[in-house]
T-cell receptor, first 114, second 114 residues
Framework: SQQGEEDPQALSIQEGENATMNCSYK?????LQWYRQNSGRGLVHLIL?????REKHSGRLRVTLDTSKKSSSLLITASRAADTASYFC??????????????FGQGTRLTINP | NAGVTQTPKFQVLKTGQSMTLQCAQD?????MYWYRQDPGMGLRLIYY???????DKGEVPNGYNVSRLNKREFSLRLESAAPSQTSVYFC?????????????FGAGTRLSVL
């Protein structure tokens, strides 16, 4: 079963607006990561936030983590048409000999309208 | 620098046929992973290999076998394909250097089992 629940499942906004996606999870984690997937392509890592961090920024991306609520959010500011993609949160609870077992949510499909 | 390369990109099998999906990475990563992605879903871990010579089951290992041939290559085998194994398969690799543990994904193999 999947660890994360993402909300909303689909989001459509105008170019230039901000997009916010939320992720909830069930068990304690080591870190939480966000990935982007363009249609028909593999996943690309966006940002990682550790369990002892509350907020991280990377360019137009801002991620928050609330471990008491077991939830995270991804904010994309000043959206562009190229941001159209599916976005997945993934949690890591176990790291075994350096390998991390990612557990993915079902994703949010983001559409940026020109 | 090719990153993670998967072959083939597409495959159609009949029920009961066998095949091997190939994956190779050129980033000198220790850990490699196989996931499957079903429509509208996030990725689910099938098997992973923390280092050369070791493999372990993930969330959905039934019906699959893997081989970590060397540090670069990690193959996934379907011994007797079933329609339920129709999916998109992704290989990924990661390194724990600098505690990054970011996973890098291949472009995927689209498999249909008739």
């Amino acid at each position: 079963s999947q660890q994360g629940e993402e909300d909303p499942q689909a989001l459509s906004i105008q170019e230039g607006e901000n997009a916010t996606m939320n992720c909830s999870y069930k068990t304690s984690i080591n870190n939480l990561q966000w990935y982007r997937q363009n249609s028909g392509r593999g996943l690309v890592h966006l940002i990682l936030i550790r369990s002892n961090e509350r907020e991280k920024h990377s360019g137009r991306l801002r991620v928050t983590l609330d471990t008491s609520k077991k939830s995270s959010s991804l904010l994309i500011t000043a959206s562009r048409a190229a941001d159209t993609a599916s976005y997945f949160c993934a949690t890591v609870s176990l790291i075994i000999q350096g390998a991390q077992k990612l557990v993915f949510g079902q994703g949010t499909r983001l559409t940026i309208n020109p | 620098n090719a990153g993670v390369t998967q072959t083939p990109k597409f495959q159609v099998l009949k029920t009961g046929q066998s095949m091997t999906l190939q994956c190779a990475q050129d980033m000198n990563h220790n850990s490699m992973y196989w996931y499957r992605q079903d429509p509208g879903m996030g990725l689910r871990l099938i098997y992973y290999s923390a280092s050369e010579g070791t493999t372990d089951k993930g969330e959905v290992p039934n019906g699959y076998n893997v081989s970590r041939l060397n540090k670069r290559e990690f193959s996934l085998r379907l011994e007797s394909a079933a329609p339920s194994q129709t999916s998109v398969y992704f290989c990924a690799s990661s390194s724990e250097i600098l505690a990054k543990n970011i996973q890098y994904f291949g472009a995927g193999t689209r498999l249909s089992v008739l």
